[in-house]
T-cell receptor, first 108, second 112 residues
């Protein structure tokens, strides 16, 4: 089962881009990378997912390296409301394997 | 938008009680999931279901059972609650294969 490794915490200045890294070196060819975030006392919120190509939506961009062993979630203009725990997850079949995530603090 | 509703935000029960946690989704999703979340351990999968009356064990099924009699509803049952089952419980639903899971806001369960 592919697992992920993320830094436990990061800070980002308000208005700047937040770049959250994730390593998934054991990922296999048909496993997707997902990103979720969780704000205190709420359920995890889906952000974005991808397989090989870079992806962008209204919330964020996902950059996946060519060898697929790592990825980066980019929040282009971080706001105070983006302060949350961010989870990088590899989907294996129907099962998500959540790690402990990265606690992102956006600083005014 | 997908709506996953968990019946209670906070629940307090006593050791030995039989506890039911209910989850309802409104998007006709085939898959439903129950997780628990504990500090330092992240989310851990308890049970999941691919379809009505189908269930599969996750990583930590001991002490729990589930019921899925209707497609929109997935119940988690603590047969005889114990203090080590005090936790945040999260329900999720999704379409099959590689589709995002959508989560409810969780039930914070305390077993005294």
């Amino acid at each position: 089962d592919a697992k992920t490794t993320q830094p436990p915490s990061m800070d980002c200045a308000e208005g700047r881009a937040a770049n959250l890294p994730c390593n998934h070196s054991t990922i296999s060819g048909n496993e997707y990378v997902y990103w979720y975030r969780q704000i205190h006392s709420q359920g995890p919120q889906y952000i974005i997912h991808g397989l090989k190509n870079n992806e962008t939506n209204e919330m964020a961009s996902l950059i996946i390296t060519e060898d697929r062993k790592s990825s980066t979630l980019i929040l282009p203009h971080a706001t105070l409301r983006d302060t949350a725990v961010y989870y990088c997850i590899v989907l294996t079949g129907n099962q998500f394997y959540f790690g402990t995530g990265t606690s992102l603090t956006v600083i005014p | 938008d997908v709506k996953v509703t968990q019946s209670s935000r906070y629940l307090v029960k006593r050791t030995g009680e039989k506890v039911f946690l209910e989850c309802v989704q409104d998007m006709d999703h085939e898959n439903m999931f129950w997780y628990r979340q504990d500090p330092g351990l992240g989310l851990r999968l308890i049970y999941f279901s691919y379809d009505v009356k189908m269930k599969e064990k996750g990583d930590i099924p001991e002490g729990y059972s589930v019921s899925r009699e209707k497609k929109e509803r997935f119940s988690l049952i603590l047969e005889s609650a114990s203090t080590n089952q005090t936790s945040m419980y999260l329900c999720a639903s999704s379409l099959p294969w590689n589709q995002p899971q959508h989560f409810g806001d969780g039930t914070r369960l305390s077993i005294l």
